[in-house]
Structure formats: C-alpha cells, structure tokens
C-alpha cells in the first residue's frame, strides 16, 4: 500500500533492512505468517505440538525476537513437514533459513539411530547439552548457586573494570544501577503470575492452570507432584499473592458483597457496612469506587498505581514481610531516618556519604589503624583518635563550623553516642531546609578533613560553614530551575471554546482532617458566559480520587443539560492523558474511568489539559465546597472576579 492505494508486490530480496523505518512492521507481517504455517501443519496433523498433561493447550512453536523454537514429535513424517512448511516460507517471504544458526535437540527417550536421521534429513548440527538461551539458563539443575553464578559474575566483572575506578560514589551508584538493568536477569517469571492471578489468556497461564490447579485458583493450588521448578518458585511466592491482590467490584451480581450495595444508586449500603464492620474498615470500604454502568470485577495488585503486577512493587511487600516479625521501635525509627535521608534535598554525593559515614565505611584514622597500622590522631586537634563521630561533632574544628552554621540545633555529642544516634538527635530539632543544610556541611567538614590530611591545607571553620551553605544553595538553584514546567501560553490560560462548544472546567481540592474531598464544575459558553456550576464536598472519598470524580461530575452535568459537544477540561494530566488515548487500568480507581469513557460515547466531546492558572474558577469552587449545589447564576463575588479575568486574558 502506498498513500492508501494498493501498489502492488515487494519481495524483499536482501533481507528486512534494520535501518527501514518499515522493517519492525514487515518482520511482524512475516512472522504471523510463518507461524500460521505451522499452526496449519498441526491442525492438518502433519505435526503434533507437546502438551504438559492431557487438558493443556498444545504448542508447536514458540517466538521470540527473531528466534523460532519448534516443538514436533521425533518422526521423520514431522520432520519433513517441519522442512516443507520452511520451504513454502522461503518461497513466499524471500528469506533464506540460516541452518549454520540452527539446531535440534531429542528428549532422552528417542532412539539415537532416528536421531542420526533426523540430523541428516535437516541438515543441522545436533544440540546435546543446552546450557544457555539469550544468556539464562534453559535447564534447571540441582545446584541452583551454580546455575545462576554466570549473572553474578557478569555484573562483578562490569562493575570492577578500570573505568568504574574514575567515577564518585554517587557514579558508581549510578553505574551499578545500569549494569543491573542491563544484564538479562531471571526476573520475568515472577511477573508472568500477575496473568496468572486474573485468569488472562496468556500461554503460560494456561499451561499452569491446566497442570497445577484445573478447578480452581493459583490462591488454593498445592505444589502437587512433581512440580517443577517454575512452579515451586511461583508457590514459594504464593504468600505475595495473597497478601497483594484484591478485588475492585464492579458487578453488583458477582461478588458476595452485592448486599451491601445499592443496585438503583450503583453506591455503598452506608448504615449497613457501618453496622457490620468495625470503624476503620468500613471507612476503607467505602472508599472503594463502584461502577456505575455494571463492569466486570477485576482482580487488582493492591501495591501499584495501575493494579497491575510488577516484580519491584512484590520485592518491597516482600522485604516488609520479612521484616515485619522482628520489628520495633528502634528498627522503625532507624527506618524513618533512612527515608528522611534519602528523600532529603542535597546532591547524591552527600547522601552516599552520609550511609557511609552511619555505617563506619569511611577511611578515617582508628579504621586505618585497625587495617593498616597508621596512626589514629586527628589531623586537626592532634587531642583525640579519630573516628567518624569525633570527626563530625567532637573535633574542635567541626565544633566551631556547627556553631557559625546556625542550625538552631544542640549537636554536642555524648559518650557511648553512635553516630546515627548523633545524627537523628540533631536532625530531630530541624526542618527539611535545615536538615539539608546539616548534612552538607557534615560532608564538607569531611572534604576539608581530607584536604588537611593529604596536603596540609588549612581552612578556617568560617570558609567551611559558608562554602557548605553556598553548595547547597548552588544545588537547589540548578535542582528548582531544571524542575520548572516550561507552559505555553496555550495552556497557562483559559481558552472560551467554539460558538457551537461548551468548555467545562473541573477541579478537586482534599480535606484531609474530614477525609473529604470538594469537587469544583463550571461550565462556559463561547462568549465566558457562566452556563453552570457545580461545587460538591464528597465525604467517604479517597484523597486520590478527587481528580476522576470531578471529572465524572463534570460529564455527568453535561448529560444532564442535553449539551451534545463539550470539551471537558482540568488541570491533572496523567487523567486527562489517559481519557484521552482511552486507556485503561486495572487500578481501584478504574471503573470510574470506564464510567466517563462510556459516557463520553454519547456525545461529541474532547478532553483537555489546562495549567493550574487556567483552572481558578473551578478550583474556587472545589475549595469553597460544603455540601452539594448546583446552579447557573454567578452567587460570589470571587467567582465573577475569577470569571471575568479568565476571559479578559484571552
């Protein structure tokens, strides 16, 4: 096809070019048609596909990039249909087979004179033992640490080279996290039950279901008998599953909670959930959002935005897991101070510094002498033997640069007082801005203690304390500055919609302290006339919902006015992004937007992005919400204040 005529036949005579834009595109067209051949094949009964048990769908090819795996009975019948099907391939596509890349291996039950056919039939050399695929294993032995020792040795190979030894700490960080993204990690297993938990019609989900648990659940199923080793590693996980998933009602017919909700109002029984459930799960539940045009129950990852599965949200649940029997107060408290470090505003330098510094890994005097001999004086006060706690609070020279630093903070150390006990003491009297500060200027008292001890500089602790002040300052310039949103005009402003178009703003404002949020709706004409509004505070509504349900509200007034084109417009992108490509979830927030999107069908309508500024109208009205109101007259003097700005900025 060219230019949406019908040109005519193109055969690729050297090959599909990686450098044509079409090629992707190309090799997807001949590769479905490459695997209808053989799925012809086995429905004529030329070949025969393997199955794991009886109730298991059969397969007689797996694809990958552009790797072809073919499975077939060991017969010189299959294997010749195995040659003609390539044939007709060759023929049709124009693409050589490349039998030098080719290989066949025989399970241990084929006679070897049959295999010697075989071999020579396909002209191909014969795979005895395969250790690897696309550098995993494709077998699993007995010795698991032996097995998966290839991964470990890659990633200490890359990250011991010679270049990795002339970056910072905070590079090699960096570096590590890339080497780790980089090597093929046997990762995707776990994330291949997430298909498995919704039931999807995904190969493998059907192969476990057919072998493992054929009546029921992979929440019920046992680890039977001789379960191999995907599934043993899937069962030893089945305690994540459990844990992590949960059901998103959507049909009021389904789930055995369809009691407590109201079929006419498609909303929570109110007085019945509070009547059967403890306070603080019946104001859980009913936060949970409802359908209201009847969509299918969804099995959701609880731990994701999107509910869907992923193998880093299953390692966190994992790991808290694990921790959640031997914690305490101490081990949650050492736990909020790694996440106000890790999260606190400094260069990435200054926080590796300071886990190094908790952790005794930096090279100061008593370390040096306990490994090497050296002396173990301080370079500054020549009083004490240096470790890291006298470095940063008890030397003489960092007690002078704390006191020009004015933290407003008491940083004096006390005996038998580690390092992180220090720091979490100070870090306690401090704000976020003041805490960033703090660290700095550890690690510049750092910096100049390294400087005094290799070449003798000496550094009066006002220089310290300002230089620490003006990196930090320097830091967050670049930091704010590259962070701004560049807005265009477009969209910094409102724009009035076409003579035949109404434009309704939405807006969402939370109160935290009543676990409400408002709902802000305004709808204008061509000309700014204020059409409608509609301000509406919602109790019993998750914080997070607030930008789908102003939108729900904003369509549903549409509907109810008879309006047939609108443009329906707020200021939360990653909202407006998704109703406007129409893509879905499988968040607990989603039948919401599946309400809109079916909404949206019965009319002409647009979703727009607008900047916070372009939105005040109705996010005064989301602000200054109390109960339900609707109307169509201007009733404040802020709102015609607001109304009459927006279009005078046009």
Known sequence: MLSGKQFGSLIPERGLRQGDPLSPYLFLLCTEAFSSLLQLAEWEGRIQGVSVCQAAPSISHLLFADDTLIFCRASMESTQAVLDTLEVYRKASGQEINFAKSSVAFSKSTREDLCSSIVTALTIRRENKMELYLGLPSKVARSKKEMFSTIRDRIWKKISGWNAKLLSQAGREVLIKAVLQAIPICYGLLSASGHIVKGDSELLSRVLRARYFP????????????????????????????????WAPSDLNHLRVADLIDPETSDWKVDLVQQLFWPLDSSIILTIPISIHGEEDLMVWHYSRNGYFSVRSAYHLAMTIEDRPCSSDCGAKESQWWRKVWQARVPNKVKVFVWRACLNALPTGS???????????????????????HILAGCTFARQVWGLASLGADLSHRTNQGVIEWMQAGASQMNSQRFGLFLCVCWVIWWFRNQRAMDGTRVEPVHASDFAAQYLDSYLSQVDASARPVSSSSSAVWFAPSADCVKINFDGAVFAAEGAIGVGIVARDSQGQCMAWLSHRVFRAGVERWPRRGCSEAIQLAVRKGWRKVVIEGDCASL????????RDSSLLDPVVADILKYAVNFHSVFSWVNRSGNAVAHHLAQSAVSRVEGTSVVSPTMLDLLSADFQLQ
């Open 576 to 583: 407006i992004r998704k109703l406007a490509d129409g893509t």
């Open 367 to 389: 370390n040096l002498n306990k490994r090497m001999g050296l002396h173990a004086v301080c370079p500054f006060c020549h009083d004490e033997a240096e470790d890291i706690l």
């Open 215 to 246: 009546s029921g659940d992979i929440f019920s199923a046992a680890l039977g008998t001789r379960p191999s080793f995907t599934w043993r590693s899937l069962m030893a996980a089945q305690y994540l599953f459990r844990a992590g998933c949960r």
